[in-house]
């Protein structure tokens, strides 16, 4: 009796315990298309679309009859964003989301170092799985057509090869977490001024060689799992739902399997929505940065009036399935992946900060005076707000909060702690702001001495002085390196160039570190003796600029933009090129890429014009010899080495470059362009080979009649190099 009642009981219970779900699209262990297909056939129309839209400012919906969660997205490309309320920009006050912050992105392509960016997403993307987040609303790797871009810090610099090189590593670091990089922003997107009205015209062959490869890469060899339409238009049509763009280019062409998002408030239409490659549609009713309609989720393009469309046929249900089966591909790869609960704030994310700051700090000039050498209980003068101000708060979407921040004061106390005095001036007055979207720095930036006073307070403090360290450049506030707004010049702000010639005229040795995240003039430059520049190092930035000041990192950077004289050297001379021009008959505003690939360094060296300091250059405390370049076939292409050996006393890092050049061509092509870089890190008097290998896509143009690479044949040039104007060694060799 007593056997049957406990039979009886144990029945009972296993029947109505929840069944231990074996389906397909729940198990991690099947594969991938298996379970989109059997998660897809088991979803309603509703389901399907709801899965397309936002329902919170960072989340998309999810599944939740069937166990599938929702999808949450986080900026940014430098390290994760705090917690924002459900509906709103404004932080929700957590007190465990201070992140670490990572060095802005341009600091990251100063290194040239792919080690390096795979360690920088890997990192980041640990970052985001603890927080747990899905996609990362980074990297951004928009070309630097003019440098003006306000976001320009965000970016990666002016060269696609670089970019592209860079972007590969770093999305396969993120990834690696279970975690989708959402590459960004595509494409066209150079300038913040008027984004989201403006459209880009580029002629195919700009737009084939300069502005797509590095988003190519991107999907290609790095495997993103994301990408996010821009605000601007290219030719008239926005890009969050772009028909050449998003259908042809990147689903086409590129194979693209991943999921197309918005950027927030960059969806404009429903039509184009349903029927132009946009798979989850966020941020809307924004203008990207500011209020937002209460709940408007359930009329976002891709809600209800999408609904609408597939009821009545005006929108296809194979577009709808296409949709949401990359949503539910990023879903399976991501949350219900097999990732880990990656790490937050920990040391070695820390540590990854300071080395890659360190590693992308570009020395421009130096007579010897760096590493700093200060006698025993000499003076440091340190002038400038930038050795002060905090920096990773602000600029935008990448603003962030962190558990905390060394600026460069701190770092030089440390440094000098019982050696030197080190007493700072401020100089001047850049930007008081002290808290963004109610992150705060908790610093005091206000000031009551006027400019002159300042100034005369910094350069009566030099005359005992056995060294002015000055620390200025840009910060993040508007007008500056700010997203949503473009500088209006690169000439520095705040008088700083009298404030430095004034320091400059007391004949004491000098040092000027420019902390930017974009090119600046520096007309002072003949009379320091150093110069470097510095980025947005992110919570460890002030640690690895003492690092490089003092000797500790021989710096390694190279520029990855140029630094020129002048705004006006530039290649865009017309409104119509910058920023754009509003034209009879059209909605937009009309911006005309009239230079075509001939940006940055193409259009410098092309045209001879001279610059204050070359892409790709950056000097070490040690000397490197370059020498031996060959140039042998290899099956349809070619192979390239050089040998390059370090003939200075202290170990250190040489970027060897290869630039090639097409002496003859039926396009007039630039004069050269890079093709391949390797970062070697010897010791003094070591020597070590290099080998690059040329295919024929890396001879070729983009000829826009045929829609294809062209490899002339004819005589090409080898140029081998420290940076695009130091050439050491040049090889010719024919097609
Ligand atoms: C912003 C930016 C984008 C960011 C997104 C979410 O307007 O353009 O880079 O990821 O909105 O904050």
Redesign the pocket.
Known sequence: MKLRLTLAIAIAVASCSPKVKTDVYLDPSKPLEERVQDALSRMTLEEKVAITHAQSK?SSAGVPRLGIPEVW?T??PHGI?PEVLWDEWDQAGWTNDSCTAFPALVNLAATWDRELSRLYGDCIGQEARYREKDIL??P?INMGRTPLNGRTF?YMGEDPYLAGQLVVPYIQGVQSNGVAACV??FAMNNQEVRRTSTSSNVDDRTMYEIYLPAFEAAVKEGGAWAI?G??NLYNNQFNCHNKRLLCDILKGEWGFDGVVVS???GCRDDDEAAAYGLDIE??TWTN??SGAASDGYSNYHLAKPYLERLRDGRASLEGLDDKASRVLRTIFRTSMGKQHFGSFNSPEHYAAARKIAAEGLVLLKNDGTLPLQIPQGGKLLVVGENAYKMMVVGG???NLKTKYEIIPLEALHEAFDGKASVVWERGYVGDTTTDYNKVVTGQDLSESRSAEQLLADAVASASDADCILYIGGLNKSKGQDN?GTDRADIVLPYGQDTLIEALAATGRPMVVVNISGSPVAMPWAPKVNAIVQGWYGGSESGHALVDVLTGVVNPSGKLPFTMPIALADGPLKTERQYPGIKEEGKKWWQEYYDEGVFIGHRWYSSKSIPVQYPFGHGLSYTTFDVSDVSVKRAGDGFKVSAAVKNTGSVPGAEVVQLYVSDVESSVERPVKELKGFEKVYLQPGESRKVQFTLDRRALSFFDAGSHAWVAEPGEFRALVGTSSEDIREEVPFRL
């Open positions: 960072f997205h900026d940014g964003r609303l980074g951004g965000e960004k922003h996010m821009s605000y950027d927030w408030g966020m941020g990207g940065l935008g979407s990448s997203e």
